[in-house]
């Protein structure tokens, strides 16, 4: 594996780790449905969480979770929209953003709470 691949891997491991230390429920890591994926599912008091780990050695070319820009918005939307379709959830749910900084544990951890906003739809049955 890469060593960039590597990094992430680690980034979303600590994300997750931070995650249920701080009380959350984890529901999925690395969940993908066709070129869909969401870095990490969790739930917090009731609400769903979809969660984007942008992991980076260091802050050179500026802040990891700045790579959220409107197309990954978007994506991850669409990702959303499908997972709670396939889990017939039907839940409050929001976006947040974990940026993991540093060559190796132990990292630097920022976590936006409701990072942006996108719509997300919860229909169910038969069209």
């Known amino acids: 594996m890469a060593q960039h691949n590597l990094l992430g891997h680690s980034g979303e491991e600590t994300a997750a780790r931070y995650l249920?230390?701080?009380g959350y429920t984890l529901h999925d890591i690395n969940w993908r449905c066709g070129h869909l994926e969401i870095d990490i599912v969790a739930e917090w008091y009731g609400e769903i969480v979809f969660v984007e780990v942008k992991?980076?050695?260091d802050e050179r070319f500026g802040a990891p979770e700045?790579?959220?820009d409107a197309t990954k918005q978007a994506h991850l939307a669409r990702a959303a929209n499908a997972y709670l379709r396939l889990h017939r959830i039907d839940q409050p749910s929001r976006f947040d953003v974990i940026a993991v900084?540093?060559?190796q544990p132990p990292f630097r951890i920022r976590?936006?709470?409701h990072a942006f906003d996108a719509p997300t739809r919860t229909v169910f049955g038969t069209t």
Do not use: P
Request: glycine share 6%; hydrophobic share 25%; aromatic share 0%.
């Open 20 to 22: 249920m230390h701080e």
């Open 55 to 57: 992991t980076r050695r």
């Open 66 to 68: 700045d790579a959220v």
């Open 101 to 103: 900084v540093g060559e």
């Open 111 to 113: 976590h936006t709470k």
